[in-house]
């Protein structure tokens, strides 16, 4: 896709999508379930079932609403979710009838309203990113936002229950901010967003990703239970979960979380609660795709141990590595090339940029 910078649209994009009655997108949500009970202990993760369909190359966000899946691919001249069943069959697909830049997630509102995150930003160049919302009543609204620190690349998506969304940032060092709207969002408008949190993250170890130690502080999905009762966030390696108190997500992530350490996958970015909100379902870009089942122990974080969050800790071996402000620069270079490269791609496999809205 086209990594040049994107001006603010200012056509007020609200329309029909179709098929309305095969995918339906699960918008008439059968009311919140209750919390799971905590089990003694937590089973291992578990495949629960392989993403073949090449619509899903790059699957890049995922919400399990109950009788189905729905999952958009990351990149491309347009937006689409697709509904899965069980098996990780698609059964539908709906192309929303804008036009996207990078969108990363995908989350769904207590009121059955369907969000999309277009917030990715590789070379960090747009002036804005946007929020697509696809309504029981059938409208599609887009919302275009602005940071108040200029351009940031954002892959995570938090819902509250209030309806509130927050975007949380994918940062080299691990410091992700979290946005949410500082007024009523506008229809084919520009809202500013306000930064009200940072959430740390630091080198856990886990394997897994395309970036090498890297991954462990990049944050690539968000989600929330559907009986709200926690949100999560989830690097290339590891799964982050915090208790949500009413819609205050900025103080949930404050608390300290609960870690999971994710299956090795290629690329993952994206994280669900289950219907049932007993587990997490993450997956990722690559075909076929494993959808793993990853049981999230309901219990109150510990304070962590101190732990090495910079980057020249990435290029350290058994502590022989090279000196952390060299390997600080190295590690912090070979990050920025990746997403340079990553950038370059997309851009090849756009034929050319989206049409205005």
């Known amino acids: 896709m086209p990594e040049q910078a994107v001006p603010p649209r200012s056509a007020v994009a609200r329309s029909r999508w179709a098929p309305a009655g095969a995918l339906g997108l699960a918008l008439a949500l059968v009311p919140a379930l209750p919390a799971a009970a905590t089990a003694e202990e937590t089973a291992a993760p578990s495949v629960r079932c392989q993403v073949t369909d090449p619509r899903l190359t790059e699957l890049s966000g995922l919400v399990d609403v109950g009788d189905r899946m729905l999952a958009i691919p990351d990149g491309g001249d347009q937006v689409t979710v697709a509904a899965l069943d069980g098996a990780c069959r698609v059964t539908d697909v709906t192309a929303v009838p804008l036009d996207p830049y990078d969108p990363e997630d995908l989350g769904v509102g207590a009121d059955g309203t369907v969000w999309l995150a277009d917030t990715g930003d590789n070379n960090a160049t747009r002036a804005t990113v946007a929020l697509i919302a696809l309504r029981p009543g059938g409208t599609t609204s887009l919302y275009r936002l602005s940071y108040p620190d200029g351009p940031h690349d954002a892959e ?73 009762s926690r949100i999560a966030l989830r690097t290339y390696t590891d799964a982050y979960v915090w208790p949500l108190a009413g819609s205050d997500v900025p103080g949930a992530l404050a608390a300290d979380p609960v870690r999971v350490a994710l299956p090795p996958s290629p690329q993952g970015e994206a994280v669900s609660f289950t219907a049932d909100g007993a587990a997490l379902l993450v997956a990722g870009e690559g075909l076929p795709g494993d959808v793993t089942l990853v049981p999230v122990p309901a219990v109150t974080a510990e304070p962590s141990a101190a732990a090495d969050p910079s980057l020249s800790a990435l290029l350290e071996d058994d502590g022989s590595g090279p000196s952390p402000v060299t390997a600080g620069i190295v590690a912090a270079a070979v990050a920025t090339v990746f997403v340079w490269i990553a950038g370059r791609i997309r851009r090849r496999r756009a034929a050319s940029p989206p049409p205005a809205a």
């Open 156 to 228: 995570a998506l938090l819902v509250a229950p209030d309806g509130t969304p927050y975007v949380v940032t994918k940062e080299v060092l691990g410091a992700s901010h979290v946005y949410r709207p500082a007024a009523p969002l506008v229809d084919g408008g520009t809202v500013a967003l306000a930064d009200v949190g940072t959430v740390t993250f630091t080198l856990t170890g886990t394997p897994g990703g395309p970036v090498g130690r890297a991954g462990q502080l990049l944050v690539t999905g968000g989600a929330v239970a559907r009986d709200g």
